[in-house]
Each structure stands twice: as C-alpha cells, then as structure tokens.
C-alpha cells in the first residue's frame, strides 16, 4: 500500500455534526480530498465522526454514499424500525454491519489506520454526563472504530444508546457539537471548520422539556446536557467567529442547507450532495489560500 502522508501540519480540521445535513458537508469532505488538503489532525463529533474515517480513509466513494446512497437500504430505518425500538436510523445496522468488503459501506481499515493523521471522536457518557473524546491509540481494530462512531452519532430519542467498553453512550453534540475544545487542550492554533448550517446560525433552546425531562428521567445528566446545549454550542460559534477576525480560523459554512437532520428522501439527499461538491469547487481556492 501506498504510504500515506500528510501536507498540512498545523491546522486543525474539525467537521460538525447534524445528521443527514452531513450529506452537503460530504461534498465538502471530497472537495478536500480531491484537491490534495490533507490535514494531520481531524476531530468530529456524530456525523463529523463518519466524516472523519472517510477523510482519513481518503474515500470520496464511502463518503458521499454514507449520507445519500445509504437510504435506499432497506434495513436503513424509518418510523417502523423506530417504534420497533431500533432508532429511526438503526445505528447497530448502520455502524456495525455496513464496513464489510461485501457490504454497502465497505471501509479500507488499513488505509484509516495507516494515515499517521491524529484523530479525535467526540461521545458523551449517558450515565456520567461527561463529554469524551477517543483518539486512533484507543482503536484496535475495526470493531472498536465502529463502536466508537456509533457511539459519537447515537442521536438522542431517535436512537438507542451505543454500549461500548463498559459504558453507555449517547451522540457526542449533547457537549456541544463543535470539537474546538479538544483542538485548542491539544495545542492546535488554526482551526479549519467544516459547519453544516448556514453563516449567522444559532441554535435555539430545545423544545419539548417536559418530554425530554419526562424520557431520560433516570439519567438527569442527559436532560441537562439537552437542555444547556444552545448555550455552549452558541458560545463555541461565537468563539469561532472572534478566531476568524483574528486570522487563526477559516469557517466554512453551507450556502443553503436543504436537507433536516433526518431527511431520508435519496433526491433530496443527492441534491444536498450536489449543491455541496459544488460550492467546495468554487470555495478551494479561497481554503487554500488559508491553509498553504
């Protein structure tokens, strides 16, 4: 195998979550690839986790098809698999049975292990109410990686909790959303962040807390980390924004967002990729200009 190396050494890529709306940032993810900006640290919390194994693994392929092509998969999920108590997205099916050669999402392990990149999954520990962030030291083998994914992505209310090294986990965005903050602990001093809503965004308080209060009654620092996630996540863009005035960040937003964190509508999807790759086709050079 090719060795794998690394041209941007100094520079963090941190990629957002938001479920499905990952299939617009996918283009992005491409864009990245194709233009050769390999970056040597990645972090990601929920569908920035599959973004980044996609990144290091260098495959545009598996990342569109994670977030558009993955629908058409009957065993996908839907409101049946939800009320059957399997997630609206089975994250088991998803995560845990689709990285096989002979599978839908087949994943070079060899390719994401062999890039020398440091990586850096956010998850949060349902019971604990702690944000944790795994690294490629803690990653054995392929059952561990999607272990930990799945873990970073399992979507409050919409899927179950991941079990996964004696612990329960629920999706990394509950600590926010944006991994900024493992980036700056490591001593990252650029940040090059691949968001998935439109410039001006802020997140509004959840709705719905007595439901929420109501379902995770057993496990209080859940509804708390639901509950205070605007304030952080607004606190993080805000921190973002000062950091781009200041030269040491490069934001890059989507123009349009057409697609909700849970569309599984493969046109709609498609589209969101197309508007996606394209925009990162006009946008490069302004990146490089940042990054080289």
């Not at 994914?149 to 919409?158: E, G, H, L, N, T």
């Not at 900024?180 to 940040?191: M, P, R, S, V, Y």
């Amino acid at each position: 195998m090719t060795e794998i190396t690394n041209n941007i050494k100094d520079t963090a890529l941190i990629f957002e979550g938001g479920g499905m709306r990952a299939s617009y940032t996918a283009g992005f993810l491409n864009t990245l690839i194709e233009s050769e900006l390999f970056f040597d640290y990645v972090a990601g919390i929920s569908a920035g986790s599959s973004h980044c194994v996609n990144y290091l693994s260098r495959d545009t392929e598996r990342a569109k098809r994670s977030f558009v092509d993955i629908v058409l998969d009957p065993k996908f999920g839907g409101w049946r698999s939800f009320f059957q108590g399997e997630g609206f997205f089975r994250s088991q099916y998803i995560y845990e049975e689709t990285h096989y050669s002979e599978a839908l999402l087949p994943l070079d392990f060899s390719a994401f292990m062999g890039n020398p990149a440091q990586l850096r999954i956010g998850v949060f520990e349902r019971d604990r109410g702690e944000l944790k962030y795994y690294t490629k030291e803690d990653i054995h083998d392929v059952k561990d990686l999607v272990k930990i994914v799945r873990s970073s992505s399992s979507m409050p209310i919409f899927m179950p909790p991941t079990y996964y090294d004696g612990h329960y986990y629920v999706d990394g965005g509950l600590g926010g959303g944006i991994a900024l903050d493992i980036a700056k602990k490591d001593g990252l001093k650029k940040f090059f962040v691949v968001l998935t809503r439109k410039k001006g965004y802020r997140k509004s308080p959840a709705q719905f807390k007595g439901f929420i209060k109501a379902y995770y009654r057993r496990y209080p620092n859940v509804v708390e980390a639901m509950l205070k996630r605007h304030i952080i996540y607004n606190q993080t863009l805000e921190e973002l924004e000062q950091l781009e005035r200041e030269g040491k960040a490069f934001l890059v937003y989507p123009e349009e967002m057409p697609v909700s964190n849970r569309e599984i509508n493969f046109s709609k999807l498609s589209e969101s990729y197309r508007l996606g790759y394209e925009q990162g086709q006009r946008d490069v050079s302004k990146w490089k200009e940042f990054l080289l």
